[in-house]
């Protein structure tokens, strides 16, 4: 059973998705839930069946005393690495919930302060925490859906199903066709032996 970490109201939970991604935003959510919010079925997102995710999305958001969701794009990680664009996706999220929290709790062990609010760092956070957990859940089904969105454009790298991923049919895709303006430059996107024109 995963637990509210902070024992007073208005404790915001944040969680990125898509960090590894070759194609696509890294997104992240900030969710402030009730404090008597139970849910069992709740966990880190990449616990849980897709279905899942999709069922527990709008019962968070209809749960939640605030919620919201933030991309950063490729251009962006681009020009400052993806270390410092989950920050600012999590700092987007953050930014647009309607609640000022008392107290911010993130997935992993790095944060960049956000305002004068205090923060804790917490590794596996999403398979503890409800606020947390709910985020991630969050941040990977909206991630997803755009993906989805944005495959219409370009199916040959398929998207719909390895959502921007490195698998080999998206690499494969890679070199057969090139890079998008969705596929961040600044990763590896083929094995060193191999070349492409950016």
Known sequence: MLLNFYKEQGEAGT????????AGPVTA???ILPKKFKNGVLNDSKQLSERIRNE???IIEAASTSFAVAHVYPFEIDKINILNASFLAMHRSLEQLKIVPKHIIVDGNRFNPFKDILHTCIIKGDSKYLSIAAASVLAKTCRDSYMVRIHEEYPMYNWKQNKGYPTKEHRAAIKKYGVTPY?????QL?????????
């Open 190 to 198: 083929l094995p060193r032996p191999l070349t492409i024109e950016l």
């Open 183 to 187: 596929h961040r430059k600044s990763f």
């Open 15 to 22: 969680d990125e998705a898509g960090r590894g991604c070759l």
């Open 56 to 58: 527990l999305k709008p």
């Open 29 to 31: 959510a900030a969710v």
